[in-house]
């Protein structure tokens, strides 16, 4: 409870520092880089961490956050205020008194002095010298290639020599298939390194589906080596979506980042491990919104100019004042298995409907359209 874990904090002042304890080393350091410290009525701090935040970037963290990912990975709970020790050691300017210089000898000679002016003069002669030297060679001078047009083009029309403006037209088409093919590589590479290192960002990179993040959680379960689980950012609905399958699968949630960066952290703990999901409610929120788009990135011109088509698609239906409705429906078919119940019993086609020999009406009571405020007609 929150008094044990005061008690915790509060700890010993005799204590041994953190990393002199067999129980220190229970705790991985190399999971978290902590690179600085924000104080405050609850300190926060700047981590890098794959396995907290399931991605590269540094982000700040509440103490409490860290404290709790410490103890999740195998810090002992007594041994925390060591841990805050340590960590803030090397975080908090450490201010020390001036040196007064009292033990260094200063001599008193001038030796030295004519030493360094000697030297001095030489180096000024050699600098001079080379200098004259430079001078004396004829550089030509060299210009560059003019370009012109929006990709920038090399404007090779103003070379005179027609063997060379072929040269240099081959050599520019070269060098940019092989900047675009490396280009490309690039790309691949990272994204494949990304795909390894389960970047959802990268994977997903304008929408993500609901049955994606399904199976995105159900890899997490299985994956014993992630302890962290990241998201990219989606709308308040989408997070929230997160936030209850998380609950569901028995899993932590935090929000990082703010504005548009904003999005969500799943993190496994002890339930993870000792209860099962809920599948029932996890069922009934993937029957409701299917997509979900980040709201970091731009959507793409297509994908918007397609649910425009959508929402401002006229209606097929289309009646005028007076209208009967259902006037050319089709008549039912024969294999229709109302009207195929009705001939066993002896009805036949014309014939109206009622209990005492069909005596009914033939013609059904006809819908006319009204559209108008005026009276009836």
Do not use: C
Not at 248 to 261: F, P, S, T, V
Not at 306 to 334: F, T
């Amino acid at each position: 409870n929150d008094s044990e874990d005061e008690a915790f904090l509060e700890g010993s002042d005799n204590e041994p520092e953190f990393g002199f304890m067999a129980e220190d080393f229970e705790f991985d350091m190399s999971k978290v880089e902590i690179t600085n410290i924000r104080q405050g009525v609850s300190d926060q701090y700047l981590v890098k961490s794959t396995l907290l935040l399931g991605t590269d970037d540094s982000h700040w963290i509440d103490e409490d956050m860290l404290l709790d990912f410490a103890v999740e990975n195998g810090l002992v709970k007594y041994r925390l205020n060591a841990f805050l020790k340590y960590v803030r050691k090397d975080l908090l300017p450490n201010f020390e008194p001036e040196p007064t210089y009292s033990d260094i000898y200063i001599s008193e000679s001038s030796e030295e002095e004519s030493d360094n002016e000697n030297d001095l003069s030489a180096l000024i002669s050699f600098s001079k010298t080379q200098q004259m030297f430079f001078e004396n060679i004829d550089i030509m001078p060299t210009k560059s290639i003019k370009t012109k047009g929006k990709n920038k083009k090399p404007d090779l029309d103003r070379i005179g020599d027609k063997d060379l403006r072929t040269t240099l037209q081959e050599l520019y088409l070269i060098h940019k298939s092989s900047r675009k093919d490396k280009k490309k590589e690039r790309e691949l590479a990272k994204l494949k390194a990304s795909i390894k290192a389960h970047d959802l960002s990268v994977k997903y990179p304008h929408m993500i589906h609901i049955t994606d993040i399904k199976e995105e959680f159900e890899a997490f379960l299985q994956d014993q080596s992630r302890n962290a689980l990241t998201f990219p950012p989606l709308d308040s609905h989408g997070n929230k979506t997160l936030g209850k399958l998380a609950h569901n699968y028995n899993m932590k949630h935090r929000a990082l980042g703010e504005g548009l960066k904003r999005h969500i952290v799943v993190v496994k703990n002890k339930r993870t491990f000792h209860s099962l999901p809920d599948y029932g409610s996890i069922g009934y929120i993937i029957k409701q919104r299917p997509i979900y788009h980040r709201v970091d990135v731009k959507r793409l011109k297509e994908e918007v100019l397609k649910e425009d088509k959508k929402k401002l698609a006229p209606s097929k239906a289309n009646v005028n004042e007076g209208d009967i409705v259902g006037a050319h429906a089709p008549a039912i078919g024969k294999e229709n298995i109302g009207r195929r119940l009705l001939e066993k019993l002896g009805w036949i086609h014309g014939e109206g409907l009622g209990a005492l020999g069909n005596q009914g009406i033939n013609e059904p009571v006809m819908a006319v359209v009204k559209k108008t405020k005026t009276g009836l007609k």
